[in-house]
């Protein structure tokens, strides 16, 4: 068995990661969190057409199967150059349309998995203990709304018949007012109630638990790349600032802080990949939990070894470090991961 990445796969990491640096991606995180989804929309159609969409989708529905170990690839990437967007929520609306389609329900897959694929269609999902509010959803052409037995109970449709049994799958009819996060990037809002119903039942439920191990696959890929970034943007400021007439990283203190640093992301790196050829829940769980808590480590450490200036928003580092304890909470907070893991 190979435990390394192939050529193949280390050329489409470089080619992911050449396309982020020359689309400006700063510029775009900020237009994001200001209101203009122009340039994060762009940047969107290049990852579409890089194929980073098209990893979680059959062949029948324009995908190119279902390729876990490339899309935690291309998660890291997307998390090294903090591309803004619901990349892992539509991860998600994909893995779960994917997994109704083949229970029988291909009615949602046939409809929006070819556009998501393509681009053309930006996603937002919100499943059950999730609530209330769905990422992007201002910027999303569909926001899928999973409501639980315990959100229906009681309900009928209008002509008095008890609604279906098990969760329903609901594309949103609109979204509320966007709520302030910790990171502008991140555009939080209520999808409004209602809307047409795509599915139903315990196929739904299947789909949904589908769709999250894929999530936290995607979202621990961010958070390696997120990691990755800000320890190399320490390092080098650690290079060139100086106190007492040497270069503050020549300090051991200094050293000892990010080689700690270092150690997270490299523990965490494999776990990633071995999570995503097993799949396993209880190993996603673990690749989450350890990736996040990287990226929030190396986060603590660019702030402290950045000093003052770290605070400040007018440098890129910010766009990095205000995405670090949302993205580790997103998805499974590390209480919610480790107990995946204990259970097995």
């Known amino acids: 068995m190979r435990f390394l990445l192939t050529s193949e796969q280390l ?100 409809r929006l998995l070819p556009p998501v694929v393509s681009g053309a269609c930006v996603a937002s999902v919100l499943f059950p203990g999730a609530r209330p509010y769905a990422l992007d ?43 302030a996060s910790a990171d502008p990037a991140r555009r939080l809002s209520r999808p409004l109630p209602g809307g047409e119903l795509l599915a139903a039942g315990p196929a739904v439920a299947d789909a949904v638990e589908h769709a999250t191990v894929w999530a936290r696959l995607a979202a621990a890929g961010q958070c390696i790349g997120l990691a990755q970034a800000l320890l190399d943007r320490t390092v080098a ?17 200094v050293k000892h802080r990010l080689a700690d640093t270092l ?40 702030l402290q070894l950045h000093g003052a200036v770290g605070y400040t928003q007018e440098l890129d580092l910010s766009l990095w470090l205000r995405k670090a304890r949302p993205l580790r909470d997103a998805w499974g907070t590390p209480g919610e991961c480790r107990a995946l893991v204990l259970a097995g």
């Open 263 to 302: 150690v997270a992301v490299e523990f965490a790196r494999p776990l990633l990949f071995g999570a995503a050829l097993s799949l396993a829940p209880g190993d996603v769980a673990a690749a989450k939990v350890s990736a996040g808590e990287a990226a929030y480590a190396a986060a603590r450490a660019a």
């Open 11 to 110: 050329a489409f990491a470089r080619s992911l990661d050449a396309m982020l640096t020359a689309a400006d991606t700063p510029s775009a995180v900020r237009a994001w969190g200001a209101g203009d989804a122009g340039p994060g929309r762009a940047l969107w159609s290049r990852a579409a057409g890089a194929g980073i969409f098209a990893l979680v989708a059959p062949e029948a529905y324009e995908g190119a199967g279902l390729h876990p170990v490339e899309l935690a690839l291309s998660c890291v990437e997307l998390g090294r150059h903090a591309a803004p967007g619901p990349f892992v929520e539509t991860v998600a609306a994909a893995a779960l349309l994917t997994r109704l389609a083949e229970l029988g329900e291909a009615g949602p897959a046939k």
């Open 137 to 179: 959803a201002d910027r999303a052409d569909a926001v899928l709304v999973v409501a639980d037995q315990a959100d229906q109970a009681g309900q009928a449709d209008q002509a008095g018949r008890p609604g279906p049994a098990g969760p329903e799958l609901r594309l949103a009819p609109g979204h509320g007012p966007v709520q």
């Open 237 to 253: 400021y650690v290079k060139q600032r100086t106190q007492f007439g040497a270069p503050i990283g020549s300090f051991q203190a």
